[in-house]
């Protein structure tokens, strides 16, 4: 199994609402990472957990909270989001401090914040 | 810190030809990794190739290769015999160490359009 999932597949949600995006994968990687990407823009890192304790926080609003409950499995909670939170969230894993080892990338989730 | 640039924002090539796809980074790491990722419009991002900065060789893979020219710090990616499903944006990337640990920075991307 070489697939990291995610889903929903796309979410439209009100500024109000509290919703969850899940990710999960189990290729026995250590690392896991959210980022988010705007159209016609690179991905932009969010959050990395390595061995299920967050390791990177780029500065992200908290209205995103992460959670790595267990090795394969990564959420991102949202709440109060703004509709310029609006973007395509992307989950990937790893195998930690090999600096050759690939991301893998899930499909993402497409958020629309209205 | 590291950053990548792609300065080519859009590409156009026949069908069954080859194209490159320009790269370049600046790091001051003596040690670096350099991957190519393709996003097509479903919006995955599918790993391509990898090319670590003591390589000796430059990485290939299928109809894919990197010119890695160390010097000038360039990694640019080569598509040879190009179908019409190559047709996606094409992002480069390099690994950073921050806080013990690794992230990947990409460049701004340069969207691939393959004529048939």
């Known amino acids: 199994d070489t697939e990291v999932t995610q889903t929903p597949k796309h979410l439209v949600m009100g500024m109000t609402n509290k919703k969850s995006l899940k990710c999960e994968q189990h290729?026995?990687?250590?690392?896991m990472y959210w980022y988010k990407q705007k159209a016609k823009k690179p991905p932009e890192l969010m959050f990395v957990?390595?061995?299920?304790?967050?390791?990177i926080n780029e500065s992200v609003p908290s209205r995103f909270s992460p959670e790595c409950p267990n090795s394969s499995l990564l959420n991102l909670h949202l709440h109060a989001l703004q509709p310029e939170d609006s973007a395509l969230y992307l989950c990937?894993?790893?195998?930690?401090?090999?600096?050759?080892?690939?991301?893998?990338f899930g499909s993402g989730t497409q958020l629309s914040v209205l | 810190a590291q950053k990548i640039t792609q300065t080519q924002p859009g590409m156009f090539v026949q069908e069954k030809e080859a194209v490159t796809l320009d790269c370049t980074y600046d790091?001051?790491?003596?040690?670096?990794?350099l991957f190519w990722y393709k996003q097509p419009s479903s919006g995955e991002m599918i790993f391509l190739i990898y090319?670590?900065?003591?390589?000796?060789q430059n990485a290939t893979e299928g109809r894919y290769s990197l010119n890695f020219q160390k010097a000038r710090k360039s990694a640019n990616l080569v598509i040879s015999a190009s179908q019409l499903g190559d047709s996606a944006m094409y992002f480069c990337?390099?690994?950073?160490?921050?806080?013990?640990?690794?992230?990947?920075?990409f460049g701004k991307g340069t969207k691939l359009t393959v004529n048939p």
């Open positions: 990937a894993s790893s195998y930690p401090g090999q600096g050759n080892e690939k991301l893998f």
């Open positions: 290729m026995g990687h250590r690392a």
């Open positions: 957990y390595s061995y299920e304790k967050l390791s």
């Open positions: 790091t001051s790491d003596p040690s670096y990794g």
């Open positions: 090319q670590g900065s003591y390589d000796q």
């Open positions: 990337a390099m690994r950073a160490l921050q806080g013990g640990s690794e992230k990947l920075v």
